[in-house]
């Protein structure tokens, strides 16, 4: 009887310690799959802040420096796009532990219906940000274009079931004062005195483009969940080269309706610094701004279109800064006040984001205790 209650008291230790075992090896994999999350989320935002700011100077140059073709400058925000084809053609490595009849496929109607009609809609977006770029120094450009995430923040609650709490709609009221702020002021150049009419056209331009733009990311961020339902990166660069496929092909049929491709040689030659930089300026920009489109795209995938414009928020505050240093581009009070809006603005949001963060943490720990419980 003793020999019976020993084995069966042994058989007990070894349940508990394969359970154990089992929970320490499920909750490795959790930490294991945590850690390459926030490393890919890094990775995006590395190429959404340096695309941003790079792409945001590059633009502002080709301007001083005798650029004037609005449709190249659109082009040269998507045109990279070919960057891409490797990383699409080569072959995924298949996922064994993935079921292949969950996996959601479209067709490919759907499929070219939803990069046509996002491809489209962004050449609207491009040709907005490249009239504010245009007319406006960069670092109010920037200022300006920060709004998009306040947008977003709306955008994000009708279409994606994002939760609008009263720390959001305050960086969301921050936000707004902090774009609407510059309006107020007159702004000097190496172009000269800006106007106060080029002025408002370039916050109207701004403007529309980032409302446009946070309607764009929401959608995008419906599109990953009610249509392609995919898991994997790759999902994730086929959407940044399709959609910038189709922008290019809009962008080069605006090109030669409108006829500014017959301008082309003569906008190349009067450019200030030379054909060679003018080629490069353009080409340099197209890379800028497919890292900045890939990374923003990853960051809707692998976190939310909110998190996304959170970002490229936060670029608008680093933007400045270069343009400061390499445009020669003057910080008076009023934009250093714009400025501190935005910044608060944004830690308005990391502060909720943490709030969600731990209210998720307390919910695990309670759920696991009253498992704990029930046993």
Known sequence: MEGAHEKLLNLTVEEAEGTESSENAKTSRLQSSKFILWLQIFIFTFFTLGGQAAGTLLG????????????????????????????????????HNEDERTIHHPSIFVRASVYIFLGLFQ???????????????????SLISGSQLAFNAITSYLLNGQKITAIILNS????????????????TGDSGEISQKSLLIGFAATTFGSLGYAL??????????????????KQVMKMSFFIGFFVTIASLTGLFVSGNWRDLGKEMGEYRTGKSSYVLNLVCSAIAWQLYALGSVGLV???????????????TSIVPIFAMLFLKDRMNGLKVFSLLLGLWGYASYIYQHYLDDLEAKTSEVKSSDDQDDDF
């Open 172 to 187: 969301v009221v921050l936000l707004s004062f902090s774009s609407s702020a510059v309006i107020f002021q007159n702004e």
């Open 123 to 141: 050449v609207v977006n491009s040709m907005s940000f490249t009239v504010g770029v245009q007319y406006l120094p960069a670092s109010t450009y």
């Open 216 to 233: 764009q990311f929401s959608l995008t961020e419906l599109a990953f969940q009610k249509v392609f339902k995919s898991n994997t990166l």
């Open 301 to 315: 995938f692998k976190a939310s279109s909110l998190f996304s414009n959170v970002i490229i928020n936060l670029g």
């Open 60 to 95: 502002r140059v080709y301007y001083e420096q005798g650029g004037q073709t609005r449709w190249i400058a659109t082009l040269a925000q998507t045109a990279g796009f070919s960057i891409l084809l490797p990383f699409i053609c080569y072959p995924s490595p298949k996922n």
